[in-house]
């Protein structure tokens, strides 16, 4: 079955409730352009009610290298995602446990990946809509990613307008290591809604035959 994880946090209590479903990794934004923005001494008494119960992920776009990894290391997170334009050098230096997101439009080319490989431990596809690069609700056409996935040594993670209803469709589409949902399981930005994480769990098992 893919991992699931849930982007978006800001609540205490729904990072607690959804960790308790058996998802993967809770991710929170530290884009302060975001709508789902949350400051970091917030995250840091999150992850702390966590006890290790599942991976945390801190989302950051175009942030300086000392801002990335100072939030990081306050609030104890396990991962960082990386949604700018930032270069392999800037994955090196963080030394492991990065999330490289690459928009998807009208199409993606191997050799944008390609030179990241070394520095990251996962490629995260997302869509670029509107200018926007992820939190933009809308789906890319993956079929676009299809022929790179046997191309990439590193788990994939696809992102962009997940939900119960549409899940299915991409699964049938490809197999990735993991799904990132985020509006498509909210009934605010930044406000979960368990029952429908508990629904997008329930497709993907069921799709999956579990």
């Known amino acids: 079955m893919p991992a699931i994880k849930v982007c978006g946090v800001t609540e205490k209590d729904d990072a607690i409730s959804i960790a308790s479903l058996g998802v993967w990794a809770l991710g929170f934004i530290f884009v302060p352009e975001s709508p789902r923005y949350v400051d970091p001494e917030k995250v840091r008494?999150?992850?702390?009610?966590l006890r290790?119960?599942?991976?945390?992920?801190?989302?950051?776009?175009?942030?300086?290298?000392?801002?990335?990894?100072?939030?990081?290391?306050f609030c104890g997170l396990d991962l960082v995602q990386l949604h700018g334009e930032e270069d392999p050098s800037f994955c090196e230096r963080l030394g492991g446990g990065v999330i490289k997101t690459f928009g998807v439009g009208e199409e993606v080319f191997s050799w944008e990946v390609e030179e990241y490989i070394p520095w990251v431990s996962?490629?995260?596809?997302?869509?670029?809509?509107?200018?926007?690069?992820?939190?933009?609700?809308?789906?890319?056409s993956w079929?676009?990613?299809?022929?790179?996935?046997?191309?990439?040594?590193?788990?994939?993670?696809?992102?962009?307008?997940?939900?119960?209803?549409?899940?299915s469709y991409l699964l049938e589409e490809m197999h990735p290591f993991a799904l990132d949902v985020n509006s498509g399981v909210e009934k605010a930005p930044g406000k979960k809604d368990l029952q429908k994480v508990r629904e997008f769990i329930a497709v993907v098992q069921r799709k999956v035959g579990l």
Do not use: M, W
């Open 45 to 49: 008494d999150i992850v702390s009610h």
């Open 143 to 167: 079929r676009l990613i299809v022929p790179l996935l046997g191309r990439i040594p590193r788990p994939v993670i696809v992102a962009g307008g997940l939900t119960a209803e549409n899940v």
């Open 122 to 140: 996962y490629v995260l596809f997302d869509t670029v809509h509107a200018g926007k690069r992820g939190g933009t609700g809308v789906p890319f």
């Open 52 to 73: 290790r119960r599942i991976l945390t992920v801190g989302v950051f776009q175009n942030a300086s290298f000392s801002e990335v990894r100072h939030i990081r290391d």
